[in-house]
């Protein structure tokens, strides 16, 4: 895959989960305020969303940290992992039965934060002088 397919995959997701962010900010703020009891499923969503956006912001910051560390070669690698790791999250966690795209949320968000895990381990590692090629393409 080349940088544009990364680059469009990224900007198609985010502008989806944004979007539907936009238009259920308004509309649920009001009953969103407390999410250890949401008023409804749409209130329950809305606090879903505000987690995996914030998971998914720290993946980026993780990313990008980590792509800082690396050579030409180590990037090239990192960039293969994390779309396979992206098709991954993707085959697991949504699907699309005809009536329409669903996605778990929650567990968008689970595969996000260890994701987020991994990549802050080869930080330390990279860090620490011993950056692991074979670990970056997981």
Sequence with gaps: MT???????IRNTSIAIVTS???MLPMFAWG?????KPNNDFDGLYCLTKVYLEA????????SKLSKL???QQKATLKR???AWMRERNDQCSYNDGDGFFVN?????NKTANRVNFLNERVRECNAGS????????
């Design 105 to 109: 949320m929650s567990c968008a968000t």
């Design 32 to 36: 969103a305020e407390n999410c250890d």
């Design 70 to 72: 690396l050579n030409k």
């Design 3 to 9: 940088t544009n397919t990364l680059k469009s995959t």
């Design 21 to 23: 962010a936009a238009f």
């Design 56 to 63: 998914d912001k720290e993946l980026n910051n993780s990313y």
């Design 131 to 138: 950056c692991r090629d074979s670990r970056l393409d997981d």
């Design 81 to 83: 992992g994390q779309l």
